[in-house]
């Protein structure tokens, strides 16, 4: 039997070949870590998303003309909040956004023309459109009891929030979070306050 030659191969193609199968090797090894850094920087968006911050739609007109029906925005999950601050609250199971004009200790006081008063100072809200005393069935002056907030609507005129007994002072154990940024849409998106 007249068995063929075999031809080795030159070392230039062995070479060839070697570089060959080792960029095989690199692009798989470097694919790998880019899959895992996605991988891990997805673990860590999921972290933040559910223990850090809260998706929140708006729905409704109560924190107009600050936050309008339709909008995204993103609470900042903490128990420490502040006078302006607009906390997201638990309430009748649902998550209302209402602004913080009091806190434990203070007096609250709203005249008839809407103008809101916090330890006998009229409080500079440069963010309403119009004052109202809107609907409302306490008492003032109303002292906000201690570890309670005294929370209002930006559209006074529609909000149901702490000038009702319904809602009255909100607790710690009901709040959520603060907002932090406007998400939706794009055109409105900011950091908040």
Not at 30 to 43: E, F, K, N, T
Not at 63 to 82: N, Q, S
Request: aromatic share 6%; hydrophobic share 40%.
């Amino acid at each position: 039997m007249d068995e063929k030659k075999r031809e080795m191969p030159s070392i230039e193609l062995l070479r060839e070949e070697l570089a060959r199968e080792e960029s095989k090797h690199d692009f798989r090894r470097r694919l790998r870590g880019v899959a895992v850094g996605l991988l891990v920087a997805a673990a860590v968006t999921a972290l933040i998303a559910t223990r850090l911050l809260v998706i929140i739609r708006i729905n409704g007109s109560s924190m107009e003309p600050t936050l309008k029906h339709g909008e995204v925005v993103f609470l900042y999950r903490t128990k420490k909040v502040e006078t302006g601050d607009i906390v997201g609250f638990y309430y009748g199971g649902s998550i209302l956004l209402k602004r913080v004009v009091g806190a434990g200790g203070d007096q609250i006081e709203i005249d008839g023309d809407g103008n809101v008063y916090v330890n006998g100072r009229r409080l500079d809200e440069p963010y309403l459109t119009e004052r109202s005393l809107g609907k409302c069935d306490v008492e003032f002056p109303c002292k906000v009891p201690p570890g309670m907030y005294f929370v209002l609507g930006d559209n006074r005129e529609l909000s149901v929030d702490s000038r009702t007994r319904g809602i009255g002072c909100i607790g710690d154990n009901q709040i959520v979070g603060k907002a932090i940024c406007r998400a939706w849409p794009f055109d409105r998106m900011e950091i908040m306050r």
